[in-house]
């Protein structure tokens, strides 16, 4: 088995994390070569600068967790988190403000990335009824946006479940992260086979020396 490290992302999500922990994560997951690593966004400049030397990306969310804010609260924040360094953003979308005015938001919002990595669009789709599912891959379907970021710690019943179903309305250009809690190497195979683009992990430190070690 033979996974690609550049396809996995890191979530150091936990706001309990103290700056020494913080940063002894860091320190230990610099030495992979994997595609980034999420952090809350007070945490982005730090990220980066200990990141430094490396390729390793940093990414964040906008409006996190619930999404429910202004088109002008997720620009002031989206052009904070490119200030402080970000690469991969993700802006928090609630499911009833994408059918609304999700690609009058994509079109504002994409201008401050400054050319950087395409801009993209986070849903928490651990809480959706499938029939919000459903109405969610129609609506993903009709978004300009090219990068989908989907859920946070996601069972790996949760994960499956979701790829099969958005995937069906993915355009051809659209990518889709999927972020996981404790995936084993089995399992991140398997969300790859079901057509992940990228794979968001919390359980980096045990996983990532087994895929080098097997690679």
Do not use: C
């Amino acid at each position: 088995m033979e996974l690609e490290l550049q396809r996995l992302s890191i979530m150091l999500m936990d706001p309990t994390f103290t700056d020494q922990q913080f940063t002894e994560e860091i320190l230990f997951l610099k030495e992979f070569p994997i595609r980034s690593i999420f952090v809350l966004p007070y945490n982005v400049a730090r990220a980066k600068q200990l990141l430094t030397g490396t390729m390793i990306q940093v990414g964040s969310f906008v409006d996190f967790p619930l999404g429910g804010g202004t088109l002008a609260k997720k620009a002031f924040e989206t052009g904070q988190l490119y200030r402080d360094g970000a690469s991969d953003v993700f802006v928090t979308m609630a499911p009833e403000q994408l059918n609304l005015y999700g690609n009058q938001s994509y079109e504002a919002l994409e201008q401050l990335s400054f050319g950087r990595n395409a801009l993209g669009f986070f849903i928490d789709s651990s809480h959706l009824t499938e029939n919000q599912k459903q109405i969610l891959t129609m609506d993903l379907a009709e978004l300009n946006v090219s990068a989908i970021s989907l859920g946070v710690n996601l069972t790996m019943e949760q994960a499956i479940y979701d790829m099969s179903i958005f995937r069906s309305g993915r355009k051809k250009r659209m990518t889709f992260q999927v972020n996981v809690k404790a995936p084993t190497l089995l399992e991140i195979e398997l969300l790859f086979q079901a057509g992940a683009s990228y794979i968001g992990i919390s359980n980096g430190r045990e996983i990532l020396p087994l895929i080098s070690k097997w690679n």
